[in-house]
């Protein structure tokens, strides 16, 4: 699959846990095919959302393995396989490409600061060893690493897989710079919630957000006018969800998610320690948020 393939609303899927804590696969089932019934253009399990991080290995390969079943080539399906080392890294990159994942998504995370060098060569380590497109990921607010476009453009330019950017900075002037150094060329999509109207007027291919799994409407609706290039229209869905989208993004993806899917009907059980259920007064919140949506 080409990169120009994967475009939309990427919906983030959840990791539900039952009561003891443990992978709750028919919940996960349930919530993948609510996602697509909802429109969503690709699914993007076990990142952020997807608690990816407080997984086991095997609990990540269940999920991913789950997941890549579940979506059956529906939608493309780009496999968040993020690791501390690049050789678990590679290892799930490499379960995710033999399982049929579409493309994987590559978050450089370390305990040590990483050199520029360094992170060049864990993306060359990666794609060196892999057969289908990867998903360069920057977003230092979860990983600690902020990557220049300069990087970034080295690492396209180097490593052939790469062929798409998520870009969660926040910052809409990241995205100009891609597409001007790139001559328009290089598929990028955005990560940050409150820049969705913003990114795709700047041309993103895409949107990789939680959202979908409580509005995914209100989402694809605000993707086609865009595309359709109706901006009285898109202002207005936008501004329409922007509340819960900010609500989303302050109060963490996990716990907002699973408590929106638990108020419309999906027990996806609790986020994993140290994270935390949302409070009384947060559901409230929420619930009125999803009330005055739907």
Not at 73 to 80: A, G, L, Y
Not at 174 to 203: D, I, K, T, W
Not at 209 to 232: F, H, M, R, V
Request: glycine share 10%.
């Amino acid at each position: 699959m080409s990169a120009q393939a994967i475009h939309g609303i990427i919906g983030y899927t959840i990791t539900p846990f039952d009561a003891e804590g443990h992978l709750d696969l028919p919940a996960l089932g349930h919530s993948i095919e609510r996602l697509i019934e909802g429109g969503v253009h690709a699914i993007a399990p076990l990142g952020s959302t997807g608690e990816g991080a407080y997984l086991t290995e095997q609990e990540w390969e269940a999920v991913a393995k789950f997941t890549l079943t579940q979506v059956n080539q529906r939608v493309p399906t780009i496999v968040s396989v993020s690791d501390l080392t690049t050789a678990g890294t590679l290892r799930r990159a490499r379960f995710a490409e033999e399982h049929g994942a579409d493309a994987v998504m590559v978050l450089p995370i370390s305990y040590w600061k990483l050199s520029e060098e360094e992170i060049f060569e864990h993306y060359r380590a990666v794609g060196d060893q892999l057969g289908i497109p990867i998903m360069l990921y920057n977003n230092p607010g979860t990983s600690g690493i902020d990557m220049s476009v300069d990087l970034i453009m080295r690492i396209v330019n180097s490593v052939g897989n790469v062929t798409m950017v998520k870009e969660s900075t926040g910052d809409i002037q990241r995205m100009h710079q891609l597409h001007l150094r790139s001559q328009g060329q290089l598929p990028f999509y955005n990560g940050c919630n409150p820049l969705a109207l913003e990114a795709f007027v700047a041309g993103a291919k895409g949107w990789c957000t939680a959202a979908p799994n409580l509005i995914p409407e209100l989402n694809c609706q605000l993707y086609t006018a865009t595309s359709e290039g109706q901006l009285d229209k898109a202002k207005a869905l936008f501004y329409r969800q922007l509340p819960l989208l900010d609500f989303i993004l302050r109060g963490g993806l996990p716990s907002t998610i699973k408590a929106g899917l638990r108020l419309t009907g999906i027990e996806a059980g609790a986020p994993r320690r140290p994270l935390s259920a949302l409070n009384a007064e947060e559901c409230r919140q929420l619930q009125g948020m999803l009330n005055d949506l739907h």
